[in-house]
Nanobody, 122 residues
Framework: QVQVMESGGGLVQAGGSLRLSCTASGLTFEHYAMAWFRQTPWKEREGVSCITWSGGSTYYADSVKGRFTISRDNAKNTLYLQMNSLNAEDTAMYYC???????????????WGQGTQVTVSS
């Protein structure tokens, strides 16, 4: 049974940083690309970033380029998203996703996590 679990969300002031983590079990982690998405009640779920299975290629939405960094540790079955210079527009539920491959900052998604809330206070 595949399980995907995010952690690291919380409340942070504008200009601050957070690091999200995502662990995936029940699958061969290094066989998959991994991605982060986010969603608010007033917007559709959008791709934030995607990383290939080896970590050799990364992709970012224009809105987060230069501020967010995606990375992975295949030995730990863990995906990360380092988020710096956060602003109120980054407030959202962040979802980790297991992808067959990246399509720029999105991907062909096979499994989803339950999400972790990030709230940025201005």
């Amino acid at each position: 049974q595949v399980q995907v679990m995010e952690s690291g969300g919380g409340l942070v002031q504008a200009g601050g940083s957070l690091r999200l983590s995502c662990t995936a079990s029940g699958l061969t982690f290094e066989h998959y690309a991994m991605a982060w998405f986010r969603q608010t009640p007033w917007k559709e779920r959008e791709g934030v970033s995607c990383i290939t299975w080896s970590g050799g290629s990364t992709y970012y939405a224009d809105s987060v380029k230069g501020r967010f960094t995606i990375s992975r540790d295949n030995a730990k079955n863990t995906l990360y998203l380092q988020m710096n210079s956060l602003n109120a527009e980054d407030t959202a539920m962040y979802y980790c996703a297991v992808a067959l491959f990246c399509i720029k900052e999105t991907g062909r998604i096979k499994y989803w996590g339950q999400g972790t809330q990030v709230t940025v206070s201005s």
